[in-house]
């Protein structure tokens, strides 16, 4: 009995102390979910397919005519972030992997979202901004100008954003949960380089020498994490241009801020948040939980094994499909998903009205030699200047290159934001008639202010030369102001500008008087939206244009003196380039004064950079006093206006005793690839505009799982995958899909297919979908 009343006594002081332990560890808990419900925001974020018509549809952003979609490099999307105070304000922000953002599509989708929410949702804390691709499908603005080359309006490109915004705000809504946001800041290097140097040293060497770099290197980056779920996405600003992608490129691409959201959002589904130096290259295929999935078959089949395997998989005939099929089976399927919404990345634009991700400079494609310093000719020539990616001579691997740099830096800012976004939620709207607003500026020479004035729009001679990320034609050239003859007669043929809008835009020469042409409707905007948005210490100044890095600076050191009102303040303030609605660019006075290209598409005349200056002041001195702001004029609805020429799908054929899907080039009979080498198929085809595969897939390719199952393993959205589409000629009603997988180092060997979804359309009208697949191969 005495040794047992001590083992009593330890026991009873074990459970003594566990009984205190486990009441601590409740406690703690406790704590933790009254700080979790504490949450001073709810946030959501959404993602949506906005890929558009990926065949004869005129590319948005190089207006070269002949450069129409054929193919898709990987897909589009709209990706969202709602952040709201209980009960209070609340703000939308939406990212479009589109060339710019289009005032009647912001029309259409606040139109759809009051019929849904009421005024939950409106003009004033709706901001739709645009990554600046040169890569997607045109003919969605309503102005002429901006529709020439498109052949005016496409139908299919306007629902296709419309249809997206929309359902990526909904899934944002439908997400709102109580959260917290981080915000971090940091120099992408080597993403960027100034493309008119000439430009930006014309501006005071007193403010040039305030800054290390002739671009702004500096990313802001906040982080979205959930109470329960932790990490649920990230958006971030930076400013380089969407040309990686060259004029002469036809495949639908995000190019490198799309390129560099699927990397981020992949890398966080497959690390679930892991540290930076778990980074792979996305040369590698950036890994995802295929290769959870299945096993490495390497460890358990010999090669001639797996070959075995592959022989008793032929090519599959087309055949009669579903259209939800194509939606089902792609790798990042919503109908796989689990109850938690999947990571949304975003890689926004910033202040790139002069920033080229050509990072390698401009050279003569005839002598190799630099182009010419302040016109960017050779020989006098603006077609043979042209700027080399880090890829050179390879545009999908400059795409590549610049999306990881930006990808790598967002991933080490993700990973090491620790500054909690606090403070009111708050934003102010308002349109404003640029033809004409009267701006108070310093004198020339000092001794106070004059009132001047802004001009209606026009476009000057240099605009049509182009920049060394796409150079124009015939003899424009960048650094003219003074124009010529001959193309005076020409623009002043539509409408020949007089002597007050000649004056008003000195020393720009008026190639096209925009603000001045009504026919068949207006060329160009004259109303635009400014807006401020505000969550705790982050600003997000949303501008209609593209604004030079200079002119960026001076804006948001602008807005930032008048929120701060003189206080030792930390704000991050960001400038969202192509925001609600387009009016091309925004330069310095001085920088305009040079007449590059910037300038020259700057288009309410010198003074447009001081009209917005402001015009932002006014609107956070509303802000910091809680005032209300008139709404100004009413942009025009031209949508009934809107003139089409694109030829519509008439029907699509096969050659007699052929389907739909059928291979009409496979795979080699016991073909095996190593990792990194390029696998082609070619299937007869059908036009993609017959049916976008929205939230679907065109290609796929699919491993192997045992002996007879066949799990998707990369689709449309990824880089690695591409889709061609291309006809024998013009007026063919036959076509071919071409499908390559540049198989990538990451890939679990095994046994594979490629496998390729249409819809064919018939001579009465109706749509029939199809599928067909190549034969197995080994990837080893």
Request: with cysteine; glycine share 8%; proline share 5%.
């Amino acid at each position: 009995m005495a040794l047992q009343v001590p083992s009593l006594n330890v026991c009873a002081r074990k459970r003594c102390r566990l009984f205190w332990v486990s009441l601590v560890v409740l406690l703690l808990a406790s704590s933790t979910r009254v700080a979790f419900s504490d949450s001073k925001y709810l946030v959501g974020l959404g993602s949506y397919d906005i890929t558009g018509p990926a065949a004869d549809v005129n590319m948005m952003g190089y207006a070269m005519l002949e450069q129409t979609t054929s193919g898709v490099h990987f897909r589009l999307r709209a990706r969202s972030f709602i952040v709201a105070e209980p009960g209070k304000n609340r703000v939308v922000f939406v990212n479009l992997d589109a060339c710019m953002a289009s005032q009647i599509v912001t029309i259409k989708v606040l139109e759809r979202l009051k019929a849904r929410y009421g005024e939950l949702y409106t003009e004033k804390n709706v901001a739709i901004s645009g990554i600046h691709t040169h890569a997607g499908p045109a003919g969605y603005l309503q102005y002429v100008v901006y529709i020439v080359t498109s052949l005016g309006f496409v139908r299919q490109s306007f629902d296709a954003l419309v249809d997206g915004i929309e359902q990526s705000i909904i899934q944002a809504h439908e997400n709102l949960r109580p959260g917290s946001i981080y915000v971090n800041t940091g120099e992408v290097i080597d993403a960027g380089i100034n493309r008119s140097p000439s430009a930006y040293l014309n501006n005071p060497t007193e403010e040039r020498s305030k800054y290390k770099y002739d671009v702004d290197k500096e990313m802001t980056l906040i982080k979205f994490v959930d109470d329960e779920w932790g990490p649920i996405g990230s958006f971030n600003w930076f400013a380089t241009h969407g040309t990686s992608m060259s004029n002469t490129n036809s495949l639908i691409s995000g190019d490198n801020k799309g390129a560099a959201a699927r990397f981020m959002e992949d890398w966080f589904e497959q690390n679930s948040g892991a540290s930076s130096e778990s980074v792979q290259s996305a040369a590698e295929g950036i890994p995802r939980r295929v290769s959870s999935i299945i096993p490495d078959v390497h460890s358990r089949h010999r090669e001639h094994e797996l070959l075995e395997l592959a022989a008793s998989f032929g090519s599959a005939p087309g055949k009669p499909a579903t259209k939800i099929l194509s939606v089902a089976q792609r790798v990042r399927s919503a109908l796989r998903k689990a109850d938690k919404p999947s990571f949304v990345s975003a890689f926004c634009q910033s202040n790139c009205g002069d920033v080229s991700p050509n990072v390698l400079g401009a050279f003569c494609k005839d002598t190799g030699l630099p182009c010419d310093f302040n016109h960017s000719t050779c020989g006098g020539k603006n077609e043979l200047c042209v700027a080399r990616g880090p890829g050179y001579p390879d545009e999908f691997e400059s795409t590549r290159v610049i999306g990881e740099r930006q990808f790598r830096r967002a991933v080490e800012l993700f990973n090491n934001a620790t500054e909690e976004l606090t403070g009111q939620i708050d934003y102010r709207h308002t349109y404003l008639d640029f033809s004409q607003l009267e701006v108070m500026v310093p004198k020339q020479g000092g001794g106070g202010t004059e009132a001047v004035k802004t001009c209606p729009a026009a476009m000057g001679f240099a605009f049509a030369a182009g920049t060394i990320d796409g150079s124009g034609a015939f003899d424009f050239k960048q650094g003219d102001d003074k124009g010529n003859a001959f193309w005076k007669i020409v623009g002043g043929m539509l409408k020949a500008p007089n002597e007050e809008q000649i004056a008003c835009q000195q020393p720009k020469p008026i190639l096209l008087d925009t603000g001045e042409m009504t026919l068949p409707y207006q060329w160009a905007p004259s109303v635009l939206p400014i807006q401020i948005l505000r969550v705790g210490q982050l600003v997000i100044l949303s501008v209609p244009g593209e604004f030079t890095t200079m002119a960026g600076r001076r804006l948001r050191d602008a807005v930032k003196q008048v929120l701060t009102s003189g206080k030792n303040e930390k704000l991050h303030v960001v400038i969202a380039g192509l925001t609600n609605t387009y009016s091309q660019y925004i330069t310095t006075f001085e920088e305009y004064e040079i007449q590059r290209y910037e300038g020259a598409s700057t288009l309410y005349g010198p003074h447009t950079l001081s009209a917005y200056i402001q015009e932002f002041q006014k609107l956070a001195g509303a802000l910091v006093r809680d005032q209300t702001v008139e709404p100004g004029p009413q942009p025009p609805d031209m949508l009934s206006k809107q003139i089409s020429m694109l030829t519509p799908v008439l029907m699509d054929t096969t050659p007699l005793g052929t389907n739909f899907g059928d291979c009409s080039t496979d795979v080699p009979m016991n073909a095996t690839y190593k990792r990194g080498s390029m696998v082609s198929v070619v299937f007869w085809s059908a036009c993609p505009r017959n049916d976008l595969m929205t939230e679907g897939t065109f290609a796929l390719v699919e491993i192997l799982q045992g002996t007879d199952t066949w799990i998707p393993a990369y689709d449309d959205d990824d880089f690695c995958l591409r889709f061609i589409w291309s006809r024998p000629a013009k007026l063919s009603s036959r076509s071919h899909a071409t499908i390559e997988w540049r198989i990538p180092q990451s890939a679990t060997p095994g046994v594979y297919r490629i496998r390729h979804f249409g819809a064919a359309k018939a001579l009465l009208g109706s749509v029939r979908h199809f599928t067909g697949s190549s034969s197995a191969f080994v990837v080893a």
